[in-house]
């Protein structure tokens, strides 16, 4: 084999293990691998020492090249970027319901739904039955239960 041949077995192989970080499936990669690896056994048995140690240098330094540069590109493809800023939980925007008043959209038997502050929540009352139309207010938040009770008029 010439040195030429040698020589561009090896880029193949280091090209092929580059694009094993776009396009994961470990397949490129090790086919990569693979060519690095024949093309410096072919340097050292055909060629000489001199071209064997060149490629297996610049493998060698090629390994910790690729791995940061693997970490790097997953590191930016799976992180999370979401920031906290303007977060507020379910919890603090039902407590915010506390004592407000609204209208049952079902029948609270003694779970349904309600208009709340324009938006369609779960309620539950504290264990009667009430209509439908029935304006309620809330009058407490238990984790994720809204009570209600009817509006007396």
């Known amino acids: 084999m010439s040195i030429t041949g040698i ?8 090209i092929a293990i580059a694009v094993e970080l776009f396009i994961p499936g470990a397949i490129i990669g090790l086919c990569g691998a693979g060519c690095v690896v ?4 072919f340097a050292y048995l055909y ?4 071209l064997g140690h060149i490629l297996l240098g ?6 910790p090249i690729f791995f940061v540069s693997w970490y790097k590109l997953l590191s930016k493809t799976f992180s999370v970027k979401a920031s906290e800023k ?8 039902l407590d915010d319901l506390l ?4 209208i049952a959209l079902t029948t609270l038997r003694p779970s349904g739904i309600a208009n709340i502050k324009g938006n369609k929540i779960d309620v539950i009352s504290e264990g009667e039955m ?18 209600v ?3 007396k008029l």
């Open 99 to 102: 004592s407000e008043e609204g």
């Open 58 to 63: 610049l493998g060698i330094c090629f390994i």
């Open 86 to 93: 303007d977060f507020s939980s379910a919890r603090d925007r």
């Open 130 to 147: 009430i209509s439908k139309n029935t304006r309620i207010k809330v009058i407490d938040v238990k984790g994720n239960r809204i009570i």
């Open 38 to 41: 024949t093309s410096i056994i």
């Open 7 to 14: 020589i561009t077995l090896f880029i193949i192989g280091l």
């Open 149 to 151: 009770k009817p509006v």
């Open 47 to 50: 060629v000489s020492n001199l």
